[in-house]
């Protein structure tokens, strides 16, 4: 069985998590960010990786998802920097088992990401109290994510790989 992890990260947090699944799988594997990736057809299991933006996942990731999961066993991992728990997180998981739906879609890790600091800066000063509100409560993503939730996404590829052995 060979095994792909790849993920798209602008500031480090969902390669981090990446790194952990990487980790623990066994067996063959590698990973790649998914720039480099062309397609699935060398691999049984997949993990894909993203952080949240702009309220969805990155089209970039989306379609990459949608051009190759057909028939492919695939997981996937995202960060975010509303708290988990967040109501919203609901839909964005949502719309990544949709992308998946011609594959067979194992599960979801999904954990808080420190926000970069121009992107709450920018929050802070909107006019929009809402955006002011999510930057208040990407505060508690400070450090995240941290060694607690870097074991959660190791329990998670464990738990994903075991569902196809
Ligand atoms: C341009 C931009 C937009 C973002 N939009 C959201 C968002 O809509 N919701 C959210 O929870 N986090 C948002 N974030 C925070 C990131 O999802 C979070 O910090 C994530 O961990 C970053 O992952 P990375 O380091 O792998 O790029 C945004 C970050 C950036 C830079």
């Given at each position: 069985m060979k095994t792909l992890v790849t993920y798209f990260s602008q500031t480090g947090n969902t390669k981090k998590i990446a790194e952990a699944i990487y980790d623990e799988i066994t067996g063959e594997k590698d990973i790649k960010e998914i720039k480099d990736v062309s397609n699935f057809e060398d691999y049984d299991l997949i993990f894909v990786g993203s952080p949240v933006m702009e309220f969805n996942i990155p089209k970039k990731v989306t379609n990459f998802i949608s051009n190759n999961v057909a028939g492919k066993n695939i997981a996937?991992?995202?960060t975010h920097a509303v708290p988990e728990g967040f109501e919203a997180i609901k839909s964005w998981t949502g719309s990544i088992e949709d992308f998946a739906a011609s594959g067979?879609?194992?599960?979801?890790f999904e954990c808080q990401g420190e926000l970069a600091q121009p992107?709450?800066?920018m929050l802070m000063k909107s006019d929009?109290?809402?955006m002011k509100g999510f930057a208040e409560m990407s505060l508690s993503g400070k450090g995240q994510p941290d060694e607690i939730h870097i074991q959660k996404a190791r329990e998670f590829a464990k738990e994903i790989q075991a569902k196809v052995q």
């Open positions: 996937f991992f995202m067979n879609y194992l599960g979801t992107v709450y800066d929009d109290p809402e």
